[in-house]
């Protein structure tokens, strides 16, 4: 990428990959570290990260979850515990081999995911039926070490991520926490980053190793990729046998927990850049945003420069007092021009112009970064309307995600159509018989896989592979 | 330790490493992880650094600091950039040697500490002096492997903490910054976790290597060990020139920029049950306690159970509706004794007793953790009055702590004096030379080294070793 130009030099639509690079380095949301593979998040980087966080941990608490912490270091001997799971990760795993000079007995796994190293512990922790349900999440990272070409918030092999780790005195209660935790997944998602989510369960090819089941949160990104943007997962006895998490029920018998794992993580953050952003850069949803309205005084000369700028300063005490993020740009010798492009590319939802002339008018004019529009404000409106002007931007952001989504959805039957659909970069949704034969003849065929059966599927009678009666509809694509 | 007894078997006074590990298991804060060194933190430990960690983050972004993220692996090379620093870490590295099958070539640290790394991305960041100052902090975990014996939250091998990376354009601005985080510390310490500390800087052997200066908060345990509780460094240009973060300033030269580095750890926690615990437990200030006021409805028939526990609901509603954290403890088939040992031996600073004869005068019975001591509350009255209960709880706390301090410092200008007060267990105020030859020989003679040249330290005129001029008094004491 040019480094020279301070603004986005590809269009998204001609080169997606270099665009996409460019606003995560040019919006100063993060930075290659000096290992390949890894990213440092700046602060506005990390401000998305803990807007997501915040939310996510109320959410968690007010269902009863707690945080706790564990060590990023793992023995060989736990992760090999569940031999599937220990299978799944081991060309990915970190292996830290000495410390000091001295080399180290068991070798220590960088933690890939914690099901071992948690349930070990629960298995200590739980005596009887009083100790459950037990709800714990952990605001971690996981290392994977990626062979393929990696991607800011895409594809790294460290990120940022919450992954929760629940036990059980039922098979029904686990189950029912799997649900909630991916609805609330997808509300998070719909309702602070604009991104419409198809949930439903992962076909068994597809599931995490180690899970009974994995249900999934999908969306589809502008270059016709489909993203997985989170996943929980219903263990059932699978982990709770090989690490003895078992319990004293009301009636004195030794019985085996049931389980639960579940995780989003920074990944969010690169979906969201993918399907909000555009030629100027950054386009960030309201609610996320580090810097919701930035204030550009406008003034060409001395005399108007302190008017203009009580009037700035004005803004922003209204602003602030309704707990809103709000930045006057103060910068001198740059002009209305530059700061303009600046925080549009940066993805600042919405600006606000404070000249003379608006002064004289007792108002301000604003700008909406999604769509180009300009309006006047009065000053004594700014504080009862801004509100409304905020949430009618992040609602057109997600209901243009939700265009998006759908037109990039092909309903068909005939695998000719399939193939031409999943070519031209759309999920399609289609019959299938249930088989895995056929889902790996598509995958070889299209590279396209089974992405998510949705809850609320339809059944179009015959498989879109082998015309043999389907089971369901499942939503098939090309995956990151 | 005794898995059978819930209680803690040992007393403070008779065996205070054992009561200390007691008290982090039993009260479920923390425990071991499978390797050696490691410690997983339990909801309640991390509920704990979880209030530490917001009132900090509050003040750090009220004072112009936000937060970034740093990957934990570091390339070898970066790592040995600034030698001094490198070679004051290098037997404590944690190295990744593989990756999967593969051999990595530069082989990669676990972060022991993120100067080199962050330095490294700042030096790209940084062009102008319009891009300073830049204060970033990160909340993360470091890795040293820890050789002597490791105790939770005091020397682990993996700690939570957060350390703070700061540019600055002139030498000022940075000691300011060295000064005003220093402050955040402290007043946190000893607001929130009812601590008091000393504030001062190291001495040049005891400073962070790298530093130009150390300043540090210290207090002193019951066990008459001293504990270094955060610093704040001065880092001068020793790390902007290797690692080349400079800035064009507003005269178009280029210049060294001036930089800080400042960190606490979830060791504040390990203090915090060091001070204030006694025989029966954890007694945790309120400001910190994931549960401040347990509610415990007592009933010995059907009849009065239904009114007792409408009595705590009401209660509960109370306290919630202020915000407080209050949890009623409804298990059945327990006595309130055995409710009272437990909470007791968890820490909860306040426990409100809800009986029949309570309900019949529209009162309760409430009972403060720190010094026993019961009284009635009208029930109309909780809302009003329990805030200002809390606070004296939280006073009281801080108070004794004090004496502890004052109790636990010996100030003396005679050597065997020094002597006898060292190995009593006491800190020693104390004339000083300011040579390193005379501290070195303290130090042999009596393992103790100087904590802290208070910055409101007086001068007794002599050094207390070598009797020559002291330039200063300085704190000296045995550490963990």
Request: aromatic letters at 10%; one cysteine or more.
């Amino acid at each position: 990428m040019s480094k020279e130009s301070p603004g986005i030099t590809v269009s998204k639509k001609d080169d997606f990959s270099e665009w996409y690079t460019q606003v995560v380095l040019k919006a100063e949301l993060a930075d290659y570290a000096p290992v390949k593979g890894l990213i440092v998040l700046r602060p506005d980087g990390y401000a998305i990260w803990e807007s997501i966080r915040e939310t996510l941990d109320k959410k968690f608490k007010a269902t009863g979850h707690r945080n706790g912490f564990l060590p990023v270091l793992i023995p060989e001997s736990l992760l090999a515990k569940e031999s599937d799971h220990f299978a799944g990760f081991t060309p990915e795993v970190f292996w830290v081999t000495h410390s000091g000079e001295n080399e180290i007995g068991d070798k220590l796994a960088l933690r890939p995911t914690s099901e071992t190293l948690a349930y070990s512990m629960y298995s200590k922790w739980i005596q009887s039926w009083r100790d459950l349900p037990l709800k714990i999440n952990f605001w971690n990272t996981a290392l994977r070490a990626e062979i393929k070409a990696t991607k800011p918030f895409l594809r790294t092999s460290e990120f940022l991520w919450q992954e929760g780790h629940t036990v059980h005195a039922t098979q029904q209660e686990a189950e029912g926490e799997v649900a909630e935790i991916l609805e609330i997944y997808k509300k998070t998602v719909q309702e602070e980053l604009a991104i419409p989510v198809i949930t439903g369960k992962k076909s068994d090819k597809e599931k995490f190793v180690g899970a009974v089941y994995t249900t999934t949160m999908e969306s589809i990104m502008p270059d016709g990729k489909a993203l997985q943007m989170g996943t929980s997962h219903f263990l059932g006895q699978n982990f709770s046998k090989p690490f003895e998490v078992k319990y004293l029920d009301k009636n004195n018998t030794e019985t085996f927990a049931w389980q639960t794992s579940w995780g989003v993580s920074w990944r969010l953050i690169g979906a969201m850049i993918m399907v909000h952003g555009d030629d100027k850069g950054l386009v960030l949803p309201p609610r996320v945003a580090p810097i919701q309205i930035v204030v550009v005084p406008i003034y060409y000369n001395e005399q108007d420069s302190a008017r203009v700028n009580d009037a700035a300063d004005k803004v922003e005490k209204i602003l602030k007092e309704k707990g809103l993020r709000v930045h006057v740009d103060r910068r001198d010798q740059l002009t209305p021009g530059f700061k303009y492009n600046e925080w549009e590319m940066r993805g600042v939802p919405l600006r606000i112009e404070v000249g003379p002339k608006d002064v004289d008018k007792n108002k301000v004019m604003y700008a909406t970064r999604h769509i180009k529009q300009k309006k006047d404000l009065a000053m004594e409106s700014i504080s009862s309307e801004i509100d409304e002007i905020l949430q009618k931007i992040q609602d057109e952001m997600f209901e243009a995600a939700k265009k998006l989504l759908a037109d990039k959805t092909t309903k068909t039957s005939e695998y000719s159509e399939f193939r031409e659909a999943i070519e031209k970069g759309t999920f399609v949704d289609a019959g299938w018989c249930g088989k895995r034969e056929c889902e790996e003849k598509i995958k070889e065929d299209t590279m396209a896989d089974i992405r998510v059966i949705p809850f609320d599927s339809g059944n179009s009678g015959k498989c879109v592979y082998c015309k043999n009666p389907s089971v369901t509809n499942a939503i098939f694509g090309r995956a990151y």
